[in-house]
């Protein structure tokens, strides 16, 4: 990962809404100091500024951490991944990258999935006061499921001892929609999940998928997540 490849990218998205460095920074409540060390490839933005600009300006994050344009985002908004190799992702998102800044120091670090009927394409963010966690991109790939389902809810949850705590979710209920298609339409981004790491390290994490048929019948599929390494703060 380039920093300094990464501020151009951004440079040239502010230009090319001529926008100067201190609109750009005003829209995103920064220093335009700030944005011009971003722009020298001195740091880059946390998670939650490159979650903001990849949806106002159409790239994906993981177009932002390449610092270049390889994806299109659906008219919906949602980011939908072309041309990039699985091996391009993990050596992106594996990949350490201190950003130099007085108050925060990122690391990042892959998530991924250990069930076989799912990959999924995820970051976590952390520093020494808090931990954030972007999915963007999840896959089936447990054989052709082209059933129509009239309800799917995707949500992520904490394992706490014997009790489990729902982070975040999405639904789908508005029409027919195929798992593959709903799949497409699921991102998470949590800003600020915990204060350490450290407790995502014991593999405490995973997605639950209830897909609901046209009879009220109800598929569930687990999906435990972990990370690439333990996390080291």
């Given at each position: 990962?380039?920093?300094?490849?990464?501020?151009?990218?951004?440079k040239?998205?502010?230009?090319?809404?001529?926008?100067t460095?201190?609109?750009?920074?005003q829209?995103?409540n920064?220093?335009?100091?700030?944005?011009?060390?971003?722009?020298?490839?001195?740091?880059i933005?946390?998670?939650?500024?490159?979650?903001?600009?990849?949806?106002?300006?159409?790239?994906?994050i993981?177009?932002l951490?390449?610092?270049?344009?390889n994806s299109?985002?659906?008219?919906?908004?949602?980011?939908?991944?072309?041309?990039?190799?699985?091996?391009?992702?993990?050596?992106?998102?594996?990949?350490?990258?201190i950003?130099?800044?007085?108050?925060?120091?990122?690391e990042?670090?892959?998530?991924?999935?250990?069930c076989?009927?799912?990959?999924?394409?995820?970051?976590?963010?952390?520093?020494?006061?808090?931990?954030?966690?972007?999915?963007?991109?999840i896959?089936?790939?447990?054989g052709?499921?082209?059933?129509?389902?009239?309800?799917i809810?995707?949500?992520?949850?904490?394992?706490?001892?014997?009790?489990?705590?729902?982070?975040?979710?999405?639904?789908?209920?508005?029409?027919p929609?195929?798992?593959?298609?709903?799949?497409?339409?699921?991102?998470?981004?949590?800003?600020?999940?915990?204060?350490?790491?450290?407790?995502?390290?014991?593999?405490?994490?995973?997605?639950?998928?209830?897909?609901?048929?046209?009879?009220d019948?109800?598929?569930?599929?687990?999906?435990?997540?972990?990370?690439?390494?333990?996390?080291?703060?």
């Amino acid at each position: 990962m380039d920093p300094e490849k990464i501020g151009k990218f951004i440079k040239d998205l502010r230009k090319g809404n001529n926008m100067t460095q201190a609109e750009f920074a005003q829209k995103y409540n920064v220093t335009y100091q700030a944005v011009s060390n971003w722009e020298k490839g001195k740091n880059i933005p946390d998670i939650s500024l490159l979650k903001e600009i990849s949806k106002d300006y159409s790239v994906s994050i993981d177009d932002l951490l390449d610092g270049e344009k390889n994806s299109t985002i659906k008219k919906n908004n949602r980011i939908t991944i072309i041309g990039i190799s699985l091996l391009a992702i993990v050596i992106v998102i594996a990949t350490i990258v201190i950003i130099i800044n007085n108050k925060n120091s990122y690391e990042f670090k892959t998530l991924s999935t250990t069930c076989s009927k799912f990959t999924i394409s995820g970051t976590v963010a952390y520093d020494k006061n808090k931990t954030s966690i972007f999915i963007n991109k999840i896959n089936y790939c447990g054989g052709n499921d082209e059933n129509q389902y009239k309800k799917i809810e995707c949500s992520l949850f904490e394992k706490k001892d014997d009790s489990y705590i729902k982070i975040s979710s999405y639904v789908h209920d508005k029409n027919p929609i195929t798992l593959e298609a709903f799949l497409k339409e699921v991102e998470f981004s949590i800003d600020d999940y915990a204060r350490s790491c450290k407790k995502i390290s014991d593999d405490n994490l995973f997605l639950r998928i209830n897909a609901t048929d046209k009879k009220d019948n109800t598929i569930t599929h687990d999906i435990p997540l972990t990370l690439n390494k333990p996390c080291s703060d």
